[in-house]
């Protein structure tokens, strides 16, 4: 059995071109590292959810303790997963 330890929260809509990066870099951890707990969300059909977040803008990855929106940089998104 796996114990989940960490966690990323990928908020997104629906119609949101710079998801689509994101979305395949949470696949690759998907398949990579199962130890990762990954929640996503999408602000059209989990606003109240989203809410507790205090979601500035879309799309926006919490990484641990790290909050990344907009235009997320790569570099950026694999600093965060080595610092969680």
């Known amino acids: 059995m796996i114990t989940v330890t960490k966690e990323i929260v990928f908020v997104s809509a629906p119609l949101c071109p710079k998801c689509i990066r994101i979305k395949r870099w949470l ?4 398949e990579n590292q199962p130890e990762i707990k990954i929640t ?5 059909l989990k606003a109240k959810e989203v809410k ?3 979601i500035k803008t ?6 641990g ?3 990344l929106g907009g235009w997320i940089k790569e570099e950026e ?7 969680m």
């Open 65 to 67: 303790e790290t909050m």
């Open 58 to 63: 879309i799309p926006t990855v919490i990484v």
């Open 40 to 44: 996503r969300l999408n602000i059209a």
């Open 77 to 83: 998104f694999k600093a965060a997963l080595e610092k």
């Open 27 to 30: 696949k690759e951890i998907e």
């Open 52 to 54: 507790k977040y205090h």
